[in-house]
């Protein structure tokens, strides 16, 4: 079992920066590849960013390419997402997840582990 807490989210004006971070209880975190989706009302649920075990590859959805960054400090079992510029469209429910895949992984159907979401809001 793998228990995955966000934190960070909060209502930000446009072009404004947030940090989310997501705090993992697993023996073995470095074993798994992680990421971060977003949902939006009335959307589905989509893939934001995602990296490696390792953290040495990392992915990004297009809408974020540029803007967001993800880590992972393996050795304090979190992972990160750095928002920078941030517009009103990046206004979701932010999940961090887990996934034993190997690689990076973009469809949420590859991830096993879910943390229940923060939200964030940008206004303009």
């Known amino acids: 079992q793998v228990q995955l807490v966000e934190s960070g989210g909060g209502l930000v004006q446009a072009g404004d920066s947030l940090r989310l971070s997501c705090v993992a209880s697993?023996?073995?975190?470095?074993?798994?590849?992680m990421g971060w989706f977003r949902q939006a009302p009335g959307k589905e649920r989509e893939f934001v960013a995602g990296l490696t075990r390792s953290g040495s590859t990392t992915s990004y959805a297009d809408s974020v390419k540029g803007r967001f960054t993800i880590s992972r400090d393996n050795a304090k079992n979190t992972v990160s997402l750095q928002m920078n510029s941030l517009k009103p469209e990046d206004t979701a429910v932010y999940y961090c997840a887990a996934t034993s895949t190997y690689g990076v992984a973009r469809s949420a159907r590859n991830y096993d582990y879910w943390g229940q979401g923060t939200q964030v809001t940008v206004s303009s």
């Open positions: 697993a023996r073995t975190f470095s074993s798994y590849a």
